[in-house]
């Protein structure tokens, strides 16, 4: 993410039009992705623990609803911040903006809608005098139900998304909602460098099935199930690469780079190869070793991206916009990191202070 925004904001003139600004920007295609997916997983890790306490349905979404809305009203927040440091230059459409903040709060929402619909289908036996759900008094959770249901939302996305970007536009909306829907803004067509529902939501929805899947207790036994996870990220790559070969297409609009199904399952597959990688890496790599200061920005994520926007593209760019060779948004990039690192220090220390840039599931 910092590379990516770094070198998007400073490089300029020949630096711009490198093959190393290109390849910068294709590993920008994965943060966002990562973002939705992993907060897909935390999701579903935080459901397991509601439901392992015993909570209803209408307690264990009114936790995780509230939690999608916070990071949502975060995300309005942040526009309307950027917006007025930048008074006298932004465009008041700026406010209407979807970016990822507002994206993943909405998918929190979203997934708190579906894990209550198939808890509130699933009986909830109760016995006199023990007024808890039956799959936390026997043990029964509704791993499988939660699991099948968050692949065919996350599919239903994916396979919705090019109609909804072309044929099926709901141009009968204001563009302020319409654009979450495909992301048109107010500029007449969707933009592939916005976060609408169609397709991005489909990545946390993915996310949560697989949060799911290591619920299970094949995944429990760590180091055994991950392989697993590996092969499982090369089919759906190899699957996609199978169907973009073939000269046959069902939608009317075909954009592999923007809303192609195909292209996502190739992301999908991608995201759970990195998730392999990552376990190694924490279990045998220099994840093991000491201090990891990959692991402690991963802590304060919402912290850091809220706060390095600001000195990369906001008034604060600590470089002057699309002027710097390689070397010098190198080195500006560097001061970011470090920059970055060194708040997301001072706020572990403060834990507590700031509470609300971490998600605690409240007690029922």
């Not at 623990?49 to 609803?65: F, R």
């Not at 929190?108 to 209550?116: D, I, Q, T």
């Not at 999908?268 to 070793?289: D, E, F, T």
């Amino acid at each position: 993410m910092f590379q990516t925004h770094c070198y998007d904001a400073w490089l300029g003139g020949a630096a711009r039009n490198s093959t190393f600004f290109m390849w910068s920007q294709l590993g920008g295609t994965f943060p966002a992705p990562l973002f939705l997916f992993l907060a897909g997983i935390s999701f579903a890790l935080v459901t397991d623990k509601l439901i392992k306490k015993g909570l209803s349905a209408n307690q264990i979404a009114k936790t995780t609803i509230r939690r999608g809305a916070e990071i949502f009203a975060l995300g309005l927040l942040f526009r309307l911040q950027e917006f007025v440091i930048s008074l006298g230059w932004a465009p008041w459409s700026d406010l209407g903006r979807v970016d990822i903040l507002n994206t993943i709060g909405v998918s929190m929402m979203l997934m708190g809608v579906m894990c209550w619909a198939v808890l509130r289908a699933k009986r909830e036996t109760r016995s006199p005098g023990r007024p808890r759900p039956g799959w936390a008094r026997e043990g029964t959770r509704p791993y499988a139900s939660l699991l099948i249901s968050g692949i065919l939302v996350s599919a239903a996305i994916a396979l919705l998304t090019p109609l909804l970007w072309t044929n099926w536009r709901p141009h009968f909306l204001p563009w302020q909602l319409e654009t979450y829907i495909n992301g048109v803004h107010n500029l007449g067509s969707p933009q592939p460098w916005l976060f609408p529902i169609f397709p991005w939501t489909a990545f946390a929805f993915a996310g949560l099935s697989f949060g799911f899947i290591l619920m299970s207790e094949p995944a429990r036994k760590g180091a055994r199930a991950f392989p697993f996870v590996a092969a499982a990220g090369l089919a759906p790559i190899c699957i996609s690469k199978f169907f973009d070969s073939r000269g046959f297409q069902i939608y009317p609009v075909y954009d592999y780079w923007h809303t192609s199904p195909n292209f996502f399952m190739i992301r999908v597959g991608m995201l759970l190869l990195l998730l392999a990688i990552a376990y190694g890496w924490c279990r045998w790599g220099l994840g093991q070793i000491g201090f990891s200061p990959l692991i402690q920005l991963g802590n304060t994520s919402l912290l850091v991206y809220w706060v390095h926007i600001e000195f990369v593209y906001g008034r604060f760019s600590i470089l002057p916009r699309r002027s710097q060779t390689i070397a010098g948004a190198s080195a500006g990039l560097l001061v970011i990191f470090l920059a970055m690192l060194t708040l997301s220090i001072a706020r572990t220390k403060l834990k507590g202070r700031l509470g609300w840039f971490s998600w605690r599931p409240r007690s029922a």
